[in-house]
């Protein structure tokens, strides 16, 4: 059974920065695409940011565009999502999750196409 755990969620003000890990607790974690997702009140779970097994192809949210990042680190099994400008319309509980897909050239946006997912962690963007 695979794992995931984020951390670094908080109260923040706009403008501020922020970075959220997500550790996973995969023995091929190199073979899982990752994800981010977020969750406002009252609203859909929306793909926020992905990456592909090897990292060469990542997606991003047009309302993310320019100010967030996603990067996976292989060797301690972990995925990391920086975070910068952040408004309050960011106000949200951010979910890790993991995918399969070894050797697949797409990073994955349907949550229903994810295979694992950790339990979110609260950012709250303050005005």
């Known amino acids: 059974q695979v794992q995931l755990q984020e951390s670094g969620g908080g109260l923040v003000q706009a403008g501020d920065s922020l970075t959220l890990s997500c550790a996973v607790s995969a023995r091929t974690f190199s073979m899982y695409a990752m994800a981010w997702f977020r969750q406002a009140p009252g609203k859909e779970r929306e793909i926020v940011a992905a990456?592909?097994?090897?990292?060469?192809?990542?997606f991003y949210a047009d309302s993310v565009k320019g100010r967030f990042t996603i990067s996976r680190d292989d060797a301690k099994n972990a995925v990391h999502l920086q975070m910068l400008s952040l408004k309050p319309e960011d106000t949200a509980v951010y979910f890790c999750?993991?995918?399969?897909?070894?050797?697949?050239?797409?990073?994955?946006?349907?949550?229903?196409?994810?295979?694992?997912w950790g339990k979110g962690t609260l950012v709250t963007v303050s005005s």
């Open positions: 990456i592909n097994w090897n990292g060469d192809t990542t």
């Open positions: 999750a993991a995918d399969f897909s070894p050797g697949i050239d797409i990073a994955p946006t349907n949550p229903s196409g994810m295979d694992y």
